[in-house]
């Protein structure tokens, strides 16, 4: 899915090799991290808004470790989640990244908060898209779905990875030929499948640990942080994974958010309508 706006990165991270996708140029950084979906990668999770936002802000987006986009699938994530956050700290430093916005959808957006806890003082304000994750870390629960079924589904082949992208975005048109190949073939490069299976029993390892679930527990953490930390939530009005009434649920527990219910979106906000994605963010970038 590469576009003439976006450039293909390398930089080792504390020993992995790490790509990442980055447009734009000298402007305010916004790190925006990919979801949980198997094959997932910055430019395949956040690229209709990378090239939107690339006139104003230098945008980077890396692919996590865990079987994702084209990092290195063979380092290991014994903690789940946080080892993404591990990762992602190790990243903003081989960058040299002071200062920054940060943004996250679903499980990113899990990881953009957690880091932000860490690194608060780097952080000069959050975005966070639709996020089973987080209500599901501030004790919301959500019975079983058709396209949560899909994501678990994921088996190696094509038409998994179709069923799994049709669950994520609304806009059927915006699953090109072109963006269920790059999934396809970082999902199944040697070594990403096994990783990313991995990875899951690691997350579901943590929450049935008792000290590791206080670690990802963001019930009393994330209302405190986005006290001082200003942060908008945008979400999908028809997103069938993370369905509206938990996004509700959430909304309820954060009053110092602004929430953004798009209308026509699904799980991937920024995906089904980019545009009216761009406008929020950039809106609130700008304020």
Not at 69 to 86: E, F, K, Q, W
Not at 122 to 131: N, P, T, V
Request: hydrophobic letters at 40%.
């Amino acid at each position: 899915m590469a576009t003439s706006n976006i450039r293909s990165r390398w930089v080792m991270a504390n020993g992995v090799r790490t790509h990442y996708s980055e447009s734009g140029g000298n402007g305010p950084v916004l790190v925006a991290l990919h979801g949980g979906g198997a094959g997932s990668s910055g430019v395949a999770g956040m690229g209709a808004a990378m090239e939107r936002l690339a006139d104003e802000f230098r945008v980077i987006s890396p692919d996590s470790v865990g079987g994702f986009g084209l990092t290195d699938p063979y380092a290991p994530t014994p903690y789940g989640l946080i080892s993404r956050v591990h990762h992602l700290a190790d990243f903003c430093d081989a960058l040299c990244l002071d200062k920054f916005t940060i943004l996250g959808n679903s499980q990113g957006a899990w990881a953009a908060a957690h880091y932000a806890m860490l690194y608060t003082q780097r952080i000069e304000k959050m975005i966070l898209i639709s996020s089973l994750t987080i209500g599901q870390s501030m004790g919301l629960s959500q019975a079983p779905n058709a396209a949560m079924k899909a994501l678990g589904g994921y088996d190696g082949t094509r038409e998994a990875m179709i069923r799994m992208l049709e669950a994520l975005i609304i806009d059927k048109s915006r699953i090109t030929d072109a963006l269920i190949n790059e999934r396809q073939a970082a999902a199944t490069r040697p070594g990403a499948l096994e990783a990313f299976q991995n990875l899951g029993k690691a997350i579901q390892a943590s929450r049935t640990d008792p000290l590791m679930a206080l670690r990802t527990d963001m019930r009393q953490s994330l209302p405190l942080l986005t006290k001082q930390l200003r942060t908008i939530f945008l979400w999908g009005e028809a997103d069938p994974f993370a369905i509206p009434a938990t996004g509700k649920g959430v909304e309820a527990l954060l009053p110092d958010v602004k929430f953004h219910w798009v209308p026509g979106a699904g799980h991937q906000v920024q995906t089904d309508k980019p545009d009216e994605s761009v406008k929020i963010i950039r809106d609130f970038m700008r304020s």
